[in-house]
């Protein structure tokens, strides 16, 4: 329809553009209709609502700042705390928040195509235009325009993009989970090294004092002609040993210690480990119905599911698509010398690739390879959880002989040192004996510390596997991101 521009007037003009716009985009009501009854769309709202919710699960209980958290002007952290404030903070978490947002995001994209799109055009340039039959014409051309585009239907295109942008965001959320336990695992050892190494330090004070303590005896009896200079530089020795062994443990500390604070910003020295010593071993309680629920076994799962929507995305782009189209300009001296004039149409259009060169072909077995990958590292990573599984078990249920055993050592050698010094004092027993039995004792409370320590990191590997290391130690449930649905992993 083409109107002489010499009967409207410039606000007619632009009144007449924005009414029939409005008019055209009216008529796409039946294309949001067929969005509000799309399946996907649930998805799409979905989206909106986590996009406002999501964080970094646990928040810092007072900002991050250690002075501000709570219990450290006391002296002392609790370990929930600790955990809140590693969570809240710790930067491979963040990274793995803010990619499950962008994976939140790419939901609310795939489901734009839902939506109508309106584009605006204006253009002013010099038209020059030569016949044989006319004069040639030099003209300032102007044109601008409104344009609609609505998608009608596309045999579940955008449905399929939504499933798959569902599926990575699900996929992003149990990574992040993951993250979250292997980040409080990480500082649930890294306080477990230094406490242990607390421990082992206490009991070699203890054997560098009862190492004083027998060379005093010795100078005693070396005095009294009981004793010769040889035995005071045999026992100098051992006495030189506890010390070095001492130093090593000291540093060792230091550099554990060093350790935990670049982890955790915070002095270990502030932390209250009392509920991380709790921890204890217990029986394997890690079955395979729990295991299957790992996190990291979710994420590929959720992959593998996403993966199949956009092979669903692409076999269903070979189909026709159904979109409406109007648009309205008014032009301006185009073609030649004109008066300006409205034009508008409103289309219904139905696109279809014939010949593509096989694009879709080879997406999709492109599609289908990164799938039999991932189906791989699904395998991958069960094998090993069930290793390490296997492990924790086994741990678990040779802790409780072995504690028993060691317990009974202890106790032995303790005795056996107490009453060798006694009987040393008496000259019944040599002085060989003497400082063998203090290494006994030593030695098993050494080792009984390491046992105990080892079941706990057992406890703790247990927890990571079924997912619930971190609300064991913050106190509270964790909310679990969502399980993939098995009937899409297979075509």
Same mark, same amino acid.
């Given at each position: 329809?083409?109107t002489p ?13 924005i009414?029939?716009?409005l008019?055209l ?8 209709d ?11 709202v979905?989206?909106?609502?986590? %996009?406002?919710?999501i964080?970094?699960?646990v928040a810092?209980p ?8 709570p219990g450290?002007?006391a002296?002392?952290?609790s370990?929930?705390d600790?955990?809140?404030?590693v969570l809240?903070?710790?930067?491979d ?33 010099p038209?020059?235009?030569? %016949?044989?039959?006319s004069?040639?014409?030099?003209r ?10 609505q ?12 499933r798959?942008a ?5 996929a ?5 989970f ?6 409080t ?7 477990l090294q ?13 054997n560098v ?5 027998i060379?005093?005896?010795v ?6 002609g ?9 026992v ?7 010390k %070095? ?7 060792e500390?230091s550099d ?11 002095s270990?020295d502030?932390?209250?480990?009392r ?6 071993g217990?029986p ?16 590929i799962?959720?992959e593998?599911?996403?993966?199949r929507?956009?092979?669903d995305?692409?076999r269903?782009g070979?189909l026709?698509?159904i979109?409406?189209d109007?648009?309205a300009?008014?032009?301006d001296?185009?073609g030649?010398? %004109?008066?300006p ?10 696109q ?5 060169g096989g694009e879709a072909?080879i997406l999709?077995r492109q599609?289908m390879?990164r799938i039999?990958?991932?189906m791989l590292?699904?395998?991958?990573q069960r ?7 296997e492990?924790a078990?086994?741990?678990?249920? +040779? ?5 028993e +055993? ?6 032995? +050698?303790?005795k ?6 006694e009987q040393?004092k ?6 060989f ?7 006994d004792?030593?030695?098993a ?7 105990a ?7 703790i ?5 079924a997912g619930?290391?971190s609300e064991?130690l ?7 991101p969502a399980?993939?649905?098995v009937?899409?992993?297979t075509?």
């Open positions: 329809m083409q521009g010499r009967h409207w007037k410039p606000w007619q003009i632009s009144s007449a553009v009414v029939a716009v008019v985009g009216g008529c796409s009501k039946p294309a949001r067929l969005a509000l009854r799309s399946p996907a769309q649930n998805a799409t979905g989206a909106v609502e986590v %996009t406002g919710s964080d970094r699960t810092a007072g900002g991050s700042d250690r002075n501000s958290l450290v002007r002296g002392r952290l370990t929930a600790l955990v809140s404030h809240a903070t710790n930067p978490i963040g990274i793995a928040t803010k990619r499950e947002q962008e994976q939140t995001l790419g939901i609310e994209l795939a489901g734009v195509g839902y939506r109508p799109k309106v584009d605006f055009t204006a253009s002013m340039g038209e020059y235009i030569a %016949t044989y039959e004069e040639e014409s030099r300032n051309r102007k044109e601008i325009g409104l344009g609609l585009h998608t009608i239907y596309d045999f579940g295109v955008i449905d399929g993009d939504i798959r569902s599926a990575a965001k699900e992003a959320s149990n990574k992040r993951a993250q979250i336990e292997a980040t695992q990480e500082t649930a050892e890294a306080l230094v406490l242990e190494l607390d421990e082992q330090i206490r009991v070699a004070k203890g004092a009862a190492h004083q303590t060379l005093d005896l100078k005693t009896n070396e005095k009294d009981n004793a010769s200079v040889a035995d005071i530089k045999r100098t020795t051992r006495l030189e040993n506890a %070095t062994s001492l130093i090593d443990l000291t540093t500390r554990a210690a060093d350790s935990f604070r670049r982890l955790t910003d915070i270990a502030d932390i209250d480990g509920a991380l010593l709790s921890l204890k217990g394997a309680d890690v079955s395979p119905e729990v295991l299957e629920a790992n996190p990291a076994l979710e994420a799962r959720h593998i599911v996403s993966l929507a956009q092979i995305s692409v269903a070979r026709p698509s979109t409406f109007a648009d300009k008014i032009r001296d185009v030649g010398p %004109t008066e004039g409205l034009t508008a149409k409103a289309m219904i259009n139905v279809m690739k014939l010949i593509d072909s999709e599609l390879t039999e990958e991932a590292k699904l395998d991958k094998r090993e959880l069930k290793e390490a599984a492990n078990a086994r741990l678990a249920s +040779s802790g409780g002989e072995k504690a +055993s060691l317990s009974s050592r202890l106790d032995a +050698s303790r056996v040192a107490e009453l060798y010094l040393f008496a000259g019944g027993v040599t002085i004996e003497l400082l063998d039995s203090q290494a004792r030593q030695k409370e050494a080792d009984a510390i390491t046992q320590y080892e079941q706990r990191r057992s406890h590997q247990r927890l990571v596997l619930k290391l064991t913050l106190g509270r449930s964790q909310p679990r399980t993939a649905d009937s899409a992993l075509p």
